[in-house]
């Protein structure tokens, strides 16, 4: 039973395309977050939902559109894909609360830009 | 969020017991300290968090400091599938908003 499911595992585009990551969590949980790690291995948020609504945008360009059409579901949608857009790209979810709850990672999607 | 400091790298062997520091020393009273470890090719996994009070889980213990501006994440016997790298993590009070700060973490390596 996978906690964070992320589809797919591998993408491999070109520049300029237009690609989108699935997310799915079986938790329950009411808040879902996407991060980015780079080829620095440094981890980063980029976006996060709490009942469908976002709450973080952490500067991200507008090519990046999030959407989550329901609390289970997170989507991250990339237009115009750039080489510096190549990544990893990890979903989370988690239980809204006052600092002390987890929050659970899928294995992540491994994006490359040719 | 408060920033934290890990040393870059540890090393340990096999079945010994590891202590993983962590400096937190501008913590508000009410930050969670929590650690995450992220093994190669996976994503992060949570290990542990503690407002106060030492915890044990069946991964690990935290071991805090009486003024909160330290805490230790123990291992008590690595194994090979222990090596990681681990992240120490403030976490306020901040509801809905709660995202993780990453920052470099400790590289663990377990050796026979």
């Known amino acids: 039973d996978t906690a964070v499911s992320q589809t797919p595992k591998y993408l491999v585009t070109q520049m300029g395309n237009d690609k989108s990551i699935k997310c799915e969590q079986n938790l329950g949980h009411d808040t879902m977050y996407w991060y980015k790690q780079d080829s620095k291995k440094f981890l980063k948020i980029m976006f996060s939902y709490n009942n469908k609504e976002l709450i973080i945008n952490e500067t991200v360009p507008n090519r990046f559109s999030p959407k989550s059409p329901d609390k289970a579901h997170l989507n991250l949608h990339i237009n115009s894909l750039e080489l510096g857009d190549s990544a990893v790209y990890f979903c989370a979810s988690s239980q809204a609360g006052q600092g002390n709850q987890p929050q659970h990672f899928g294995d992540g999607t491994r994006l490359s830009i040719l | 969020d408060a920033k934290t400091t890990q040393p870059n790298s540890m090393e340990s062997n096999e079945e010994e017991p590891v202590h993983l520091p962590c400096n937190h020393s501008?913590?508000?009273?009410?930050?969670?300290i929590h650690w995450y470890r992220q093994l190669p090719s996976q994503g992060p996994e949570y290990v542990i968090h503690g407002l106060t009070s030492n915890v044990n889980n069946r991964m690990a213990s935290l071991a805090i400091a009486e003024d909160r501006k330290s805490s230790t994440l123990i291992l008590h016997r690595a194994t090979l599938r222990d090596a990681a790298v681990y992240y120490c993590?403030?976490?306020?009070?901040?509801?809905?908003?709660?995202?993780?700060?990453f920052g470099t973490g400790t590289r663990l390596q377990v050796t026979l």
């Open positions: 993590i403030l976490r306020g009070p901040t509801g809905t908003a709660s995202k993780l700060t």
């Open positions: 501008t913590i508000s009273g009410t930050d969670y």
